[in-house]
């Protein structure tokens, strides 16, 4: 997670993972301690254990489901292709976090991932949440998109008729999961029915 604002969508989809994997690692950057800050009032701890315990009580993930890992930890598994995860979503993502990767300007532990992720031909989603795009961020998405990176910008739908932020929050988490091919009961599909 980025300084990117949406905050909501990366522990939303925090929520979804903990029901696939038995481990969920977070890298979490300075500025999204700031959005956390700014739009949920939470006051993320700086010390990993502590801002794991506390991202782990106010969203419910249950014991050992969550590892963060601070920005500046090169030791991290995500720091190396040897054990690198195979997927990784960057949500929010900040168009400063987009041009790093994009140029393999890996100063952070978030953009060493993704570049271990592009490098080891796994699975990146990039969830970008900002407007308008300048001629320079869609450069760099179309030059990830050309890597295979999928570029998912945070852009709900309305044709399941929302009715709360949640279910616009839900309707973009539901996306990634369908990326991830994994089973969610998020939202509606297009052209199904509530009752099928």
């Known amino acids: 997670m980025t300084g990117a604002s949406g905050a909501v969508y990366g522990i939303e989809l925090l929520r979804q993972l903990r029901c696939h994997y038995d481990t969920v690692y977070l890298l979490l ?17 700086q010390n990993v ?31 190396s292709g040897s054990s690198a995860p195979q997927q990784m979503i960057v949500c929010p993502c900040s168009t400063g976090t987009l041009s790093a990767i994009a140029n393999g300007a890996s100063d952070n532990l978030i953009e060493r991932a993704a570049d271990v992720v ?13 407007t308008p795009f300048s001629t320079i961020h869609l450069r760099n998405m179309l030059s990830l998109s050309e890597m295979g990176v ?17 279910d616009c929050v839900n309707f973009m988490v539901a996306r990634i999961m369908d990326h991830l091919k994994l089973d969610h009961n998020l939202s509606q599909r297009w052209g199904y029915k509530a009752s099928e």
């Not at 969203?59 to 500046?72: K, P, V």
């Open 49 to 79: 254990k502590k801002a794991t315990q506390f991202i782990t009580e106010q969203t419910a993930l249950g014991e050992g489901n969550l590892e963060i890992h601070s920005t500046q930890n090169w030791m991290s598994p995500t720091a």
């Open 29 to 45: 950057s300075d500025a999204a301690r700031v959005v956390f800050a700014t739009e949920m009032d939470w006051s993320v701890p």
């Open 150 to 166: 999928t570029i998912m910008p945070a852009a709900p739908g309305f044709y399941h008729k929302p009715q709360s932020i949640e």
């Open 118 to 130: 592009i490098k080891e031909r796994g699975q990146l989603i990039m969830v970008p949440r900002e």
